[in-house]
Structure formats: C-alpha cells, structure tokens
C-alpha cells in the first residue's frame, strides 16, 4: 500500500486514530523488528498519550534475535504502562502474549470497574501502525478468519465493528494508520530497504548504496559470504563492481549494470538471503 501522507492526510489520520482511542482501553502499536524506531510514527507518544499500549515487533522472524531481544529490554521499561513483545503475525507465534499481557496492564482498570458493579466486559484493543507493518495480517491471525479490510474512505461513513479474540478480547477491524518518519533520509532508506515504501519513491541505487554501506558494517562476514568477496572494498563503487561481476550484473559491453546490481541486493536481502536482519540497534541511538 502507498499512500502519499500530505499534511491534510496526516491531520486526518490523527484524527480518525483519536477518535478511536475514546473507544478502547488498550493500544497495540505495531512495528518492525528489524527497524522497531523508523517503522514508528513520530508522534505516536503524543497521539497515544495515557493508554495503556503494547509495541509489538512484529515480522520478528526476518530480525535478528539477538538484536530483537535487545530491543526487547529496550522498550520494557519496569514501571510503566507500555510494553513490548516480539511477534510473527504470519505464523501466528507470540500472539497468544498479546491477551495475557492485556489483562496484566489494565487489570486496576478493570478491578475498579467491578468494584463500582460495572459488568466484566472485554478488553477492547486498537492496532495502529504505518502502511505494510502487518496490521491486516494481525488482525486477520487474530480472529482466525480474513476481516474485509475496507480501511478509512473519505465520504463512507462505516459502523465500528468488533472482532472477537477468544472471550477476553475484541479488537476494533479497522486500524489506526498513521504516517512514518520523513524528515530522516536514512528512515526512508531503512523502510525502503525492508520493502516498507514502493521502490519508485526512491532511487533503487541510493537505497542499495545505503544497504551495503549499512551490511559492511553491521554484517561483513555475511556480506563476505553472500558475494564470496575476500575483503569488503571501501569504495562504493568497487563494492558494486565486485558484487556486479561476481554476479554478472552486466551490460552489452561488458560495464558492471549498477542498476541490476542494485535490484539483485535489495532483492536478496528481502528475501532473507544474507540472513536475518536488523537494520536499527538501541545502541545506535544514544
Ligand atoms: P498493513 O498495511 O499494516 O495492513 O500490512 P499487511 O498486513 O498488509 O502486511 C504487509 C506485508 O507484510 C504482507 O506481505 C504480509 O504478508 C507481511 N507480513 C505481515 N506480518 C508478517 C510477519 O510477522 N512476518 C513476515 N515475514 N511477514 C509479515
């Protein structure tokens, strides 16, 4: 899905998120494991604000579980009403956290509703993530059955509606779609690279640039093995050539295609081919 977030559009996402919050009492904010701070709305502190809210990393099956885990301790902080747990929404592993952890959070509220003679009701949860984190995916392995995703259309005026999860839980069918991070080029580059954002938006190169930069320094043993290079060259350009012939990402004349190149990375990363991986680390941020 691409959608063109001009400020009008991003003022009505925002909207149409807090009005949704008046319904819930929980918020499962959903990222990417391999990229759990460019994946994230930057206002997403502000627009939550006072809900209880569960980050959940998914598509944690293509992350690096070291990293994942570092993540993990990064986010769970003691004493605060967000938290975090790694998912798979595609496989469906970790889901079965999502309730209990729930319960644990809003446990006060729901004490307290029952001692004012409130009757137990279900817990009542809002996804919200960017376009492509899962979100449809989660909702769909959620209520074991595929939720027409009809979304947020101007002029349709579309009842909210409840998807049960088990007894304890319902989830709202619509999510919250909120924007990504623009104003950082590399946040682009990380979501381009992970297939998060069309290819067209940015050059193929300048993402396959920043790719190989990112794997010479995080991965180079993987990036080593992957294209059988003996040293990783320190000049771009080398490093295409090197991949580009090795590969025969050539043109009429025998001249590296830099462009096929480009493809044949990205395309290899997505699909997992140089393993799993995170582009994003806590330590990166301090
Ligand atoms: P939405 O735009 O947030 O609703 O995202 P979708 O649910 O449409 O998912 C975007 C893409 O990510 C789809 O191709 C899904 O199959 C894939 N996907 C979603 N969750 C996972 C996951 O946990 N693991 C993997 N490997 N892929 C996932």
């Known amino acids: 899905m691409t959608i063109q977030w001009f400020p009008g559009h991003m003022a009505k996402a925002r909207r149409q998120v807090t009005e949704k919050l008046k319904l819930i009492d929980i918020v499962y904010e959903l990222v990417d494991a391999r990229i759990p701070v460019s994946s994230r709305n930057p206002m997403i502190d502000e627009i939550v604000s006072n809900k ?4 959940l990393l998914n598509k944690a099956d293509m992350a690096d579980a070291k990293v994942t885990r570092e993540w993990l301790d990064y986010f769970n902080l003691e004493g605060t009403t967000t938290k975090a747990i790694a998912i798979d929404s595609q496989s469906g592993k970790g889901l079965q956290q999502i309730g209990s952890l729930s319960k644990e959070l809003l446990k006060g509220k729901f004490d307290k509703m029952q001692s004012r003679g409130i009757r137990p009701r279900a817990i009542r949860a809002l996804i919200v993530g960017i376009p492509n984190v899962g979100k449809s995916t989660l909702i769909n392995r959620l209520a074991k059955k595929n939720i027409a995703q009809t979304g947020d259309r101007p002029g349709v005026t579309k009842a909210q509606q409840w998807v049960k999860v088990g007894k304890e839980l319902e989830l ?3 999510p919250g779609i909120l924007w990504p991070k623009f104003e950082d080029q590399d946040v682009g580059y990380r979501l381009a690279t992970t297939g998060a ?3 067209t938006i940015i050059n193929l190169q300048d993402i396959a640039v920043f790719a190989l930069r990112f794997l010479s320094e995080a991965y180079p043993e993987r990036l080593k093995d992957r294209y059988g290079l003996e040293e990783i060259p320190e000049d771009i350009v080398d490093l295409f050539d090197a991949i580009g012939s090795r590969r025969g990402c050539k043109m009429s004349g025998g001249l590296i295609d ?13 699909q997992e081919k140089l393993g799993k991986l995170s582009l994003e680390r806590p330590e990166t941020l301090i």
């Open 52 to 55: 209880p809210r569960i980050i």
């Open 172 to 174: 709202l069918d619509t």
């Open 197 to 199: 954002i069309k290819d």
């Open 258 to 270: 830099y462009d096929k190149t480009a493809e044949l990375v990205i395309r290899e990363i997505r």
